[in-house]
């Protein structure tokens, strides 16, 4: 599953994320930062789809070099 792997890149890096967050507000459980906090906005929707591109587009280049 070689391709899957800017997918599953991005998905650590989002969860690093959201895990930074709560230590940083002294939050015990990550998914209480994750409840209260984050927020799906038509930005971060357009962002990651963005990311998903360039790492799709990224993944086709150096196949078909």
Same mark, same amino acid.
């Given at each position: 599953m070689d391709s899957d792997i800017p997918t599953q890149l991005l998905f650590m890096e989002l969860k690093l994320i959201s895990q930074e967050i709560s230590k940083?507000?002294?939050? &015990?459980?990550?998914?209480?930062? @994750?409840?209260?906090?984050?927020?799906?906005?038509?930005?971060?929707?357009? &962002?990651?789809?963005?990311?998903? @591109?360039q790492a799709i587009d990224s993944k086709k280049r150096s196949l078909y070099k």
């Open positions: 940083r507000l002294r939050h &015990s459980i990550v998914s209480t930062t @994750d409840d209260i906090y984050i927020h799906v906005t038509e930005e971060i929707k357009k &962002s990651t789809a963005q990311l998903f @591109d």
